[in-house]
């Protein structure tokens, strides 16, 4: 799994998928044969018609988590790539695609709304002192 970190005023972008009750950070799993910062770039390109380019991106880390939704023991292994700063992505408007219901910049507040995966996620940005 791979997962874009979009930092923008101290807020993170995240999704919500549709039909589902819970935010995410847009991302999702590698195609055969696709690395994971070519999967983010995918993924972010169809859940928020974010066209990146793996110069666009540098890696944060890895969130190893119980997986939302899934059977109890069951893990998933996020790598998180943040956008980097200063580029055309700074002014670029995230929209929702056939694949969410919505988009929202979101602070470790949200945290309750967020599965494992997400909730880890933002404390490592407020460690990071990168989000609220």
Do not use: N
Not at 85 to 113: K, Q, Y
Not at 120 to 131: F, N, P, S
């Amino acid at each position: 799994m791979s997962a874009l970190l979009l930092v923008r005023d101290r807020r993170v972008l995240m999704v919500r998928a549709r039909g589902r009750d819970v935010l995410y950070l847009p991302g999702g799993k590698a195609e055969p044969r696709e690395t994971d910062v070519e999967a983010v770039l995918r993924e972010a390109y169809e859940e928020t018609g974010l066209r990146l380019t793996a110069q666009d991106v540098e890696p944060f880390g890895t969130v190893t988590e119980p997986a939302h939704g899934q059977a109890p023991g069951t893990m998933v292994a996020m790598a998180l790539f943040t956008v980097r700063p200063g580029g055309t992505l700074d002014s670029a408007t995230p929209i929702a695609s056939a694949e969410v219901d919505e988009v929202e910049w979101v602070t470790s507040a949200d945290a309750d709304r967020c599965p494992p995966a997400g909730v880890e996620t933002l404390r490592r940005l407020v460690a990071a002192d990168l989000v609220d």
